[in-house]
């Protein structure tokens, strides 16, 4: 199981960061085949069309947030949520959890759709799948300021989510714009405790991800100057956590790192693909 946010992957040519050549998604596509993973969520891509410039789509079954279908007339490049499953496994592709984009100044969802699938490995259980990527701006402590006020909606939201679904295995794997690794977080504490102390239906969810050494180089393009800065992001925010049931098959996590010339050469992304292992049941 692997996360990954792209940084705008897209075709448009209308964001900088996004423009990429052949030699770039090939780069792409060999870290994404090196990790072969059986499942990745995957955030900021625009299409199944550039998906398919890193995926090899012959293996896998693409699965994009709803919001696709409103939004892939756009000249405007979008920030879309998803999961790829490979194609001998089982996959159910419920409605998304929209909830999680919050109601905008009209009444019109602002932030990204949670994808939601339910992924049935050959002879196994099934698991309840969201791949998310969280609202930015709030990255540490209890800040006050709006974007930590609709990080913590979002928080509240995937926990009525868990309860909704707590006697299944759960999986919710993304971009979280948010430190929750890190000790005595208050978004993680409060999400946590709050489906502990759920009298109905107390659920445990852990953080597989909580120990992974964050260490993702990376290039950053600046508006201000117009140039490409080298970035070393030594705090992780992509996160997998899982139901106890789950956690209980987890093997280990991590992070893959960039190799230093990729990075200067090739138009990768400002996240490191995150993996976590888990053993059959």
Known sequence: MATWNFEWLTLKGDQRAGVRHQDDYQQLSSI?????????????????????RVIPTEAYNVYFSDRYAALKESTQSQQLTGFAVRKDWKVDDPRDLRQIALPGFFGVPSLRY???????????????????????????????????EKLRKQFSVLADWVREHGDKNILIAGDFNRYISEKQDPFW?????????????????INVTESVRARCKARRYNWRTQTWNQVMYSRLIDHI?????????????????????????????????VVATFKPQ
Not at 34 to 42: E, S
Not at 116 to 144: D, I, N, R, W
Request: negative net charge; proline residues 7%.
């Open 189 to 205: 504490l409060q999400f946590r405790q709050s489906l502990l102390d759920d009298a109905s239906r107390p659920t445990n969810i």
């Open 32 to 52: 994404f085949v090196q990790l072969a993973p059986d499942v990745l969520a995957f955030q900021e891509v625009d299409s199944p069309e550039a998906l398919a």
């Open 241 to 273: 956590l899982v139901s106890e049931s789950l956690a209980s098959r987890w093997q280990y996590s991590f992070q893959h790192h960039f190799a230093y010339h990729n990075v200067m050469n090739f138009r990768l992304s400002d996240h490191c693909p």
């Open 114 to 148: 949670g994808t939601y699938v339910v992924v049935t490995p050959p002879g196994q259980e099934p698991v309840h799948m969201l791949s998310v990527h969280l609202k930015s701006g709030c990255f540490k402590q209890a800040q006050a300021s709006r974007s930590c």
